[in-house]
């Protein structure tokens, strides 16, 4: 399958651009990476969150993913669980934020440059909630991501070696960790899409 450009080639925000989408208090949990092995039980958290995400949103939502590494079997990851919240329009903030905050989460992140980007944490910050418009290629990506790394085994153990090496180098620096991760990301991405034609 043929995927669009948007799709195929991965958005870099300028540091800049980084800087001004946090709008809000960034967690503790960010402060430090703890990558731990793979927990069975991170898919019971998911199943839980996603739930009561569609019972406060209702027919607002288009699509509710768990995506990044906990959603992968076997892939060590920073146990903190990543939703993408799929809706209309995430600009109109009115539609869903005060419903998100009545439940915990808080907007951290407000990114309109990335596709309308918004990224909210829940009340423990055990929870990465990114909510996309429906139509935005990054929840393409994610999902081609995990559906990819849940079926190669060789990839899935390749980028969890490089998550814990990468966690154990920027110790000092963990902001950095994410940016870290590009090389092999990129790779990784460069196999799913040769796969793909």
Request: hydrophobic share 40%; charged share 30%; proline share 7%.
């Amino acid at each position: 399958m043929e995927y669009p450009k948007n799709v195929r080639e991965r958005f870099h925000g300028t540091p800049e651009q980084l800087v001004a989408g946090v709008v809000g208090e960034p967690p503790r949990r960010w402060q430090a990476i703890v990558i731990e092995e793979y927990d069975p039980g991170w898919a019971d958290r998911f199943a839980a969150a996603a739930s009561r995400l569609a019972a406060l949103l209702g027919d607002r939502v288009s699509a509710i993913e768990h995506v990044g590494s906990t959603s992968v079997p076997g892939l060590a990851a920073k146990p903190i669980i990543d939703i993408d919240l799929l809706l209309a329009d995430t600009a109109d903030e009115s539609a869903y934020l005060p419903a998100l905050e009545g439940i915990g989460y808080r907007l951290v992140l407000r990114e309109p440059w990335w596709y309308g980007h918004r990224m909210l944490v829940s009340g423990e910050a055990d929870v990465n909630l990114h909510v996309w418009p429906k139509d935005a290629p990054e929840p393409v990506r994610h999902r081609l991501f995990r559906d990819w790394l849940r079926t190669h085994p060789d990839d899935r153990d390749l980028y969890a070696e490089a998550k814990r090496r990468l966690a154990r180098d920027t110790v000092d620096r963990p902001g950095d960790y994410s940016l870290a991760k590009n090389d092999v990301i990129d790779q990784i991405y460069g196999r799913i899409f040769a796969a793909a034609g």
